[in-house]
């Protein structure tokens, strides 16, 4: 394994480790591209985007992890663009830099959302890996979420009282205790707009790895399926990591995700 | 700003260096990043005050310890010695490519505890910033393992199946292999053996009689010990999410004040 710490584009702005196998890789594979998650920098929370990269590099993959303008170690662009067209142009650059035909973008939470953007603007992404990207409630998550509340909180009496179960569906449940899911308030687009961009990928062939942790969000494996009915399913492969958090603080759901991605890259041809 | 690896072949530290705004300049510092969760907490506040060291006319270098950020190795490559050899390279490296004369460490909490440990290995560094430093190793193992147990309780309530319970050797998404406890549990910053810089400044936010007995015992070593007690954001000990922007302003003006320092 070889790893190159990267300044690029040409103003040097932008910061990245490459990490590649010790032999050229074959020329058919595509390069990943890791972007941040929220705010963390190009490390990715508990090391993820370092580990997965270095396991990769065994496998004969390249990767480039980086960092957005204005986050980790890159600096703020100076051309004034949007944060929005920054970050799809961030990734662009960070693209030319691998110099790779093709390109998976890999991305945890806001990374996974803004991945499917870049998507949509360059062809040279041929595929996504999606961790917590594009959640959407359906109703059958909401009731998991209030039934889960009512299991913790042995409050059985409630389940009697039917507007009880109707307001915790439209909450979600009580209000959580402090638990890191760290989503906060994401930039996603309305859910018909999201299949609508996700049904454009596919139909352009671009093949998608959409990764869930249980979390406040996402419930059960066929979510995704229900959220984006239209979607097409032989490009689409969904992981519910059940019992995973959001930032995959336990080492053994780190290790169910290096294997979940890395089963999923090296079938490609 | 310019990224690159240094150290060893095999063992390459990566490290982020920035020049000095004033141009020609022999002094030089390596900022020593505390570990785990506080180190992703503290990353914005590290680069801030990476660039207003710049500014204040320092040769700057911010790396990543072994097994840590995108330096070589895994979590488990980890150990309080190999960590205060980083340090140590850090300023070979700085001193190599810059020629600086004088150098300064900065640490935040368990980095605060190495930069001491490098100071004493090096006996090289004309100051040492302590920033909320982690004194008792101890007490700070049982803070991670008070918080990964309330980690873990708070997960559990938010699912219908316990999450797979964690090995022992970890805490909050870091390996803490047992070696490795037991090595941070026997150091503390009160049993230092030689004064880690003829200079030492303190820089804290709790009132903690720990810091008071620190300065204290650093003075009997010999050390000249200035401590600032300062207010802000703690950018350390939180959990993810929007507070790792948080750049705590008024300790970084004292740490910069503490290193620009002229004898």
């Not at chain 1, 070889?2 to 702005?13: D, K, Q, T």
């Not at chain 1, 760290?182 to 790895?209: Q, S």
């Not at chain 2, 007690?229 to 003006?253: H, Y």
Request: glycine share 8%.
């Amino acid at each position: 394994m070889i790893e190159r710490a990267l300044a690029f584009p040409a103003s040097a702005s932008l910061v990245g480790v490459l990490t590649a196998p010790d032999a050229a890789p074959a020329a058919a594979r595509p390069a990943v591209v890791w972007l941040n998650a929220g705010m963390l920098h190009r490390v990715g929370p508990n090391r993820l985007h370092v580990r997965i990269a270095r396991h990769l590099a065994t496998r004969g993959i390249t990767s480039l992890r980086f960092d957005l303008s204005g986050v980790g170690d890159s600096a703020p662009r100076r051309d004034g663009l949007p944060f929005r067209a920054a970050a799809v142009r961030d990734a662009q650059d960070a693209m030319d830099a691998v110099g790779a035909e093709r390109v998976v973008l890999a991305g945890i939470c806001s990374g996974a959302d803004l991945a499917c953007r870049v998507a949509l603007a360059d062809t040279r992404v041929a595929g996504l890996v999606l961790i917590d990207g594009l959640p959407y409630r359906t109703r059958r998550a909401s009731l998991h979420f209030a039934t889960t509340r009512l299991i913790h909180y042995g409050a059985w009496r409630k389940l009697f009282a039917p507007r009880a179960v109707a307001r915790l569906m439209r909450a979600g449940g009580p209000a959580a205790p402090t638990v890191s899911s760290g989503l906060g308030k994401r930039d996603i687009p309305p859910m018909a707009e999201a299949e609508t961009m996700l049904r454009t990928l596919t139909e352009r062939g671009v093949r998608i790895l959409a990764i869930y942790t249980e979390g406040r969000e996402y419930a059960y494996r066929r979510q995704f399926a229900h959220s984006f009915p239209s979607v097409r399913r032989d490009r689409v492969r969904v992981e519910y990591l059940e019992g995973a958090d959001h930032t995959f603080t336990l080492r053994a759901n780190q290790d169910r995700l290096v294997r979940t991605i890395e089963e999923w890259l090296t079938v490609w041809h | 700003m310019r990224p690159a690896y240094f150290g060893l072949p095999g063992r390459e530290l990566f490290g982020i260096y920035e020049a000095p705004a004033a141009g020609a300049s022999d002094r030089g510092v390596v900022l020593c990043h505390p570990h785990g969760r506080d180190y992703a907490a503290a990353f914005r506040a590290f680069r801030v005050l990476s660039g207003r060291l710049a500014a204040a006319g320092l040769h700057v270098l911010r790396f990543d310890y072994a097994g840590t950020g995108d330096s070589w190795g895994d979590a488990e490559d980890g150990s309080v010695a190999q960590w205060t050899e980083d340090i140590v390279t850090a300023i070979d490296a700085l001193h190599r490519a810059h020629g600086c004369g004088e150098i300064a460490l900065v640490g935040l909490r368990l980095g605060a505890m190495l930069a001491a440990l490098a100071g004493i290995e090096c006996q090289r560094a004309a100051r040492v910033v302590l920033w909320e430093p982690v004194v008792d190793g101890r007490e700070y193992v049982a803070d991670l393992q008070a918080r990964h147990r309330a980690w873990l309780a708070a997960e559990a309530r938010e699912r219908r199946r316990a999450p797979a319970l964690a090995q022992d050797d970890e805490l909050l998404g870091s390996r803490m292999t047992a070696p490795m406890r037991r090595d941070l549990e026997a150091r503390s910053l009160r049993a230092l053996p030689k004064a880690p810089a003829p200079h030492v400044a303190l820089v804290t936010q709790a009132a903690d009689p720990a810091y008071d007995a620190l300065a204290q015992h650093l003075r009997e070593l010999g050390s000249a010990v200035a401590h600032a007690r300062v207010t802000g954001a703690t950018v350390w000990n939180t959990t993810p999410g929007m507070e790792q922007g948080l750049v705590p302003s008024e300790a970084i003006r004292a740490i910069v004040d503490a290193v620009g320092a002229r004898r």
